[in-house]
């Protein structure tokens, strides 16, 4: 992990002194001939940089991610907390990473079939829904499930989260942003019982799910709407492209903190024309600039 801080590279110092996650790989094995599974680095910010709160590992400020193995499977999720239940008195982030620390607790324990990842989703929001000690808030989420005895990924998404697949310098897969209208996404909620009926809340049968196969090389970017709102397709395809096929773990999480910088670097830049500015436009709202916001990075690509 030392060998990050010291490459001489300004922003991959930046990072690693507060905001990356280093995620584990098997590098030892990554020259040898096996089923597919996931090289992957993890990089992000919360909205609002504290020294006076160190980095946690699964969560950028409301924003939380997970990782797991099953039998056959490698998954990779990501889940964004909605901050406005801050006004109430209720931390936005206890709810999402609640929910993706335990997605990658039934995945680790086989609860789950790797072509379910709706399910997944739905499995850990009920266990919210049963928690004897009530755990309030909404949440977007997006799950991806590589199945290694098909060489194929189930996805499933709610909400403006999502993930972009890249191959050969194309986006060949990405998901559906789901909104009710513009600037409220689709979510998972457990509301206080003074606000049921008053809340949106949407089911976890109404996650957008999609299946494909993958090929080694296959570049995959899961990432909250804070690396989406303010990033251009063609700026995350530039930096996408150019980890196509790579297994150096240090080369990976290079990109992945490239791309999280950007995000970041952005979302606070009041001039920049950004999607979600141009989004709003569309809309009828006269807005430019980015949208400062947690983010969250998990840049995977295929190895077999």
């Not at 530039?238 to 970041?264: F, H, Y």
């Not at 569309?282 to 995977?300: E, F, Y």
Request: proline share 6%.
């Amino acid at each position: 992990m030392q060998q990050i801080v010291t490459t001489g590279r300004l922003i991959s110092r930046a990072l690693w002194n507060g905001f990356t996650n280093l995620a584990p790989s098997n590098s030892e094995h990554v020259n040898k001939k096996r089923e597919p599974s996931f090289l992957y680095a993890v990089c992000g910010f919360p909205k609002e940089s504290s020294r006076k709160h160190p980095p946690v590992k699964g969560k950028f400020g409301d924003d939380a991610w997970f990782s797991a193995k099953g039998k056959a499977t490698d998954v990779l999720g990501v889940a964004d907390g909605v901050g406005g239940w801050r006004h109430y008195g209720i931390d936005p982030g206890e709810f999402s990473s609640f929910l993706m620390t335990t997605c990658e607790r039934l995945v680790s324990l086989g609860k789950v079939k790797p072509n379910e990842p709706n399910k997944l989703l739905a499995q850990s929001y009920y266990e919210l829904l049963e928690n004897k000690q009530p755990i309030l808030g909404s949440s977007t989420a997006c799950v991806v499930v590589l199945n290694k005895e098909t060489s194929s990924i189930y996805t499933a998404n709610i909400g403006d989260s999502g993930f972009m697949v890249v191959r050969g310098g194309h986006v060949v897969h990405r998901s559906e942003e789901q909104q009710h209208y513009f600037n409220t996404p689709y979510q998972l909620s457990v509301p206080p019982p003074a606000h049921n009926g008053q809340v949106l809340s949407d089911s976890p049968d109404s996650a957008d799910t999609s299946d494909f196969a993958v090929e080694n090389g296959d570049v995959i970017l899961l990432a909250t709407d804070g690396v989406f709102d303010n990033v251009p397709d063609h700026l995350l395809l530039k930096e996408l492209s150019q980890v196509e096929g790579v297994r150096d773990p240090l080369k990976l999480q290079c990109a992945a903190n490239t791309i999280a910088w950007m995000a970041r670097i952005l979302a606070f830049d009041r001039s920049f024309l950004s999607p979600f500015a141009l989004s709003a436009q569309a809309n009828g709202i006269n807005t430019v600039g980015g949208k400062p916001d947690d983010i969250t990075v998990l840049l995977a690509t295929i190895a077999m």
